[in-house]
């Protein structure tokens, strides 16, 4: 097996561990990981540091060793060595240098990991995989289509009514891909000056910049650019201070008939807490939505996978597998992805038995449903205090710190609201759910210890 082979095996094991534990744990845990071999029964996975080491050793070894072992009987066990560079590997899209960041870097950016890591360009967030090309059209999901590939065409004319683009759907649906490919398309083709931003990381630069007084530059970053484009601005709702400032970006753009082009998970009526101007500013452009691919253009975008990945798959097993995955194209992707790595590792074509066995946990295994309560006892726990005197006015320090953390955590597992979190913790303002969230993220990226302890309570919420 060579070594773009066993970059494929990784990628469908990380997909599946992916689907069971958070996305902070994954950032923490997996990044910067590889195989480099599967020589005699024997799995070597590359971690960056000591400390991913001992935690993969410990927490998560069963869990690859059975992954892997499901894709091919042949392993045995998994041994884990550091090493900080990946091998030297050539990439077949041209991007520029790009600085690495170094690899005790914790939590990485959440952005960045959506969408493939180190390929981003951090100016412009562009990941260049995604391209109109690679993208296929079907009744499902040719309005946005449509009016994305418009955005490519006719910037130059000052007609408003299409601005701005708002694309909704469902997750896993193509929304990412589709903005980024308009992204690409338009630096690449026009030349212009984008931005692609997660509405979280506009959030993030936006709480930094406040604190670190720079506002002014903030403002100039965003309003510069030609094309802005923020993706899943569901997360908005409830950000007041966020939704005022992008509403300002909003129409400093507009005014200069510059392109916003905006995704969501819904249409925008439906995202609660969001200011009655910024729905009306949404409502003014283009909406157009992605539903879910029927059965024959699910087959035909899993082909189309194959073609890219310079393989043949037989098309039962592409039957197959395009009749058993309906909703979600990252994991018609993820399905495809184990059954050639399961090829890749045990040299055999995989028959339709072993692609339902492969395909089984994808299909049976619901993510895990955490609910706020359960973050709740589980910080209590952790921190040794009564989970009442975490909801209860308890300004003892003893109580402030895990309350804070509690606070943290419902905003990053669960996306909660401000104004949420405020009042399931004791009922307080949602101010003080800011400055806590605000003041955990911070703290995080100085103080080791705390770091490793919200990354205990997280692997418990996860895995016990
Ligand atoms: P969303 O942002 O809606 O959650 P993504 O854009 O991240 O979804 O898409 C999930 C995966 O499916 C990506 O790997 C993407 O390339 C792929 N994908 C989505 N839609 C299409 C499509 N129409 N053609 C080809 N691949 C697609
Ligand atoms: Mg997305």
Redesign the pocket.
């Known amino acids: 097996m060579n070594e773009l082979n066993y970059e494929e095996v990784w990628k469908a094991v990380l997909a599946e561990i992916e689907l069971n534990v958070s996305k902070a744990n994954f950032a923490t845990w997996f990044q910067n990981t590889s195989l480099l071999d599967t020589r005699d029964g024997s799995a070597v996975v590359r971690v960056p540091n000591a400390f991913t080491k001992e935690w993969l050793e410990n927490k998560y070894n069963k869990a690859i060793l059975k992954i892997l072992r499901n894709l091919s009987g042949d392993i045995k066990e998994v041994r884990y060595t550091i090493a900080t560079e990946a091998p030297q590997r050539h990439s077949s899209t041209p991007s520029k240098p790009r600085k690495r960041p170094s690899s005790d870097q914790v939590v990485a950016s959440e952005q960045q990991l ?1 969408l493939g890591g180190f390929e981003v360009d951090p100016e412009t967030g562009l990941n260049p ?2 391209t109109f090309d ?5 009744s499902f ?1 040719e309005l946005a ?1 449509a009016a994305a590939l418009a955005i490519t065409k006719g910037l130059g004319n000052s007609d408003q009514s299409y601005n701005p683009l708002f694309i909704y ?12 490919a308009v992204g690409n398309d338009v630096v690449r083709n026009l030349g212009l000056k984008v931005k692609y931003v997660t509405s979280e990381r506009f959030t993030n630069e936006l709480i930094s910049a406040i604190s670190n007084q720079t506002t002014e530059r903030f403002k100039e970053e965003y309003r510069k650019v030609d094309v802005l484009i923020i ?2 601005i569901q997360f908005l709702a409830g950000k007041e201070r966020t939704q005022e400032e992008f509403f300002h970006t909003f129409n400093a753009l507009y005014e200069k008939n510059k392109r916003i082009i905006l ?1 969501s ?1 819904r249409p925008p009526k439906a995202i609660p807490t969001l200011e009655e101007r910024l729905r009306s500013r949404f409502e003014g452009g283009m909406i157009a939505d ?1 539903s879910e ?1 029927d059965q024959e253009t699910r087959l035909t ?1 899993l082909k ?2 194959c073609l890219s990945k310079q393989v043949v798959v037989p098309e039962e097993i592409l039957n197959y597998i395009s009749q058993t995955i309906q909703k ?3 994991e ?2 993820g399905a495809l992805n184990r059954v050639i790595a399961n090829w890749r590792l045990t040299g055999s074509l995989p028959n339709i038995e072993t692609s339902k066995q492969l395909l089984n946990t994808i299909v049976n295994t619901p993510k895990k449903n955490l609910t706020a309560k359960q973050i709740i006892k589980c910080v209590a726990d952790f921190y040794d205090v009564q989970e009442k005197d975490l909801i209860r006015k308890n300004r003892r320090q003893e109580v402030v710190k895990p309350r804070q953390i509690a606070m943290y955590l419902l905003r990053t597992e669960l996306k909660s609201s401000f104004p949420f979190i405020g009042q399931r913790l004791g009922g307080r303002d949602h101010t003080t759910a800011i400055h806590a969230c605000e003041k955990i993220s911070q703290q995080i990226k100085t103080n080791s210890t705390l770091s490793d302890e919200i990354k205990l309570v997280v692997d418990k919420l996860y895995n016990e």
């Open positions: 959506e995989k995604y690679s993208f296929i059209v079907g999901n289509h759907g469902g997750v896993g649906l193509g929304k990412t891909h589709l903005l980024q993706d899943d995704s998970d992605i691919p975008i189309s996978k979600n194209i990252r018609l992707e």
